[in-house]
């Protein structure tokens, strides 16, 4: 008796990492057949935490000789975002794993990102999971700008990290409020941020440590932002509330930030390979 054949694959491979509970897909452009479909309606497909795989983005790896690979991030909600560090970190963990050596990871990684190119010094390895030091470029911080956020005047620091962030201080009575979802979509609606803002609430725990509720364009609340986490740190930085190295925790776990306040700002992590497949559509 012969087996029945089985069906040819019309699914698009992906691979799935997360860092800090920032999760991705990860998928080689060219290698995906979406039978006509843009890419910005399949990202939000493949995103859907019910009807697909579930992410908050989905990192496009194309070839570039620029770097080693050109990552061109979508959120989940399909729009364009120039990078997440957490996503960078991300697609570090799956290039040096795939350009591994007998079973030896390549130890740095350049990414070409809609911020420039960043560099990922590979610091520890264990199974699936890889600790990376990203260079993250220098921050940009303006001067303190006081919004009104659903009737309420909020102050916060507009951070440039390559991409728009915007940094609230709060105590920690305030850092889970019910209110601050209202208050962080108000902010992300105003007319100073013609393209959308990432929001950061930030509690400073003490001269070293900060803690902060993170809500991303495109995303919503996300359990931690790479780019958000630097931001935080230099806004606090400038205003005198930590010195480096600091540590920031957000509910996802903890990131490790270095700064001069000079040079490029180094954002140290975990990213962690969780599995591969194929979305079928």
């Not at 290039?95 to 809609?114: D, F, H, M």
């Not at 990376?132 to 919004?147: A, S, Y």
């Not at 929001?199 to 919503?220: H, P, W």
Request: aromatic share 8%.
């Amino acid at each position: 008796m012969k087996r029945p054949r089985r069906p040819v694959s019309t699914g698009v491979k992906f691979v799935k990492a997360s860092a800090c509970g920032n999760d991705f897909m990860i998928i080689v452009a060219r290698d995906a057949d979406l039978a006509g479909e843009d890419p910005q309606s399949f990202t939000r497909r493949i995103c859907d935490r019910h009807n697909g795989v579930g992410a908050d983005g989905v990192e496009w790896l194309y070839p570039t000789d620029k770097a080693d690979i050109e990552a061109r991030l979508l959120n989940c909600d399909g729009s364009a975002a120039e990078i997440s560090g957490n996503g960078t970190r991300c697609v570090a963990a799956y290039w040096a794993n795939a350009s591994s050596i007998e079973g030896v990871p390549a130890t740095s990684v350049s990414i070409l990102t809609g911020a420039g190119v960043k560099h990922c010094r590979l610091n520890s390895h264990q199974d699936w999971k890889f600790e990376f030091e990203v260079d993250m470029g220098i921050p940009r911080v303006e001067d303190k700008l006081t919004l009104n956020a659903d009737g309420m005047d909020v102050e916060g620091y507009p951070v440039s990290m390559g991409n728009p962030h915007f940094v609230v201080f709060i105590d920690s009575a305030e850092l889970y409020a019910k209110e601050r979802i209202a208050s962080a979509a108000a902010i992300a609606r105003d007319e100073h941020f013609p393209q959308g803002v990432n929001v950061e609430f930030v509690e400073v725990m003490d001269s070293q440590n900060l803690r902060l509720r993170i809500f991303e364009r495109g995303a919503g609340e996300t359990m931690s932002s790479g780019t958000g986490s630097c931001a935080a740190a230099a806004a606090a930085f400038v205003t005198f509330r930590v010195k480096s190295p600091v540590n920031v925790q957000s509910a996802g776990g903890k990131q490790r930030i270095v700064w001069d306040g000079h040079r490029e700002m180094l954002l140290g992590g975990l990213a962690e390979i969780i599995c591969r497949g194929e979305f079928l559509h």
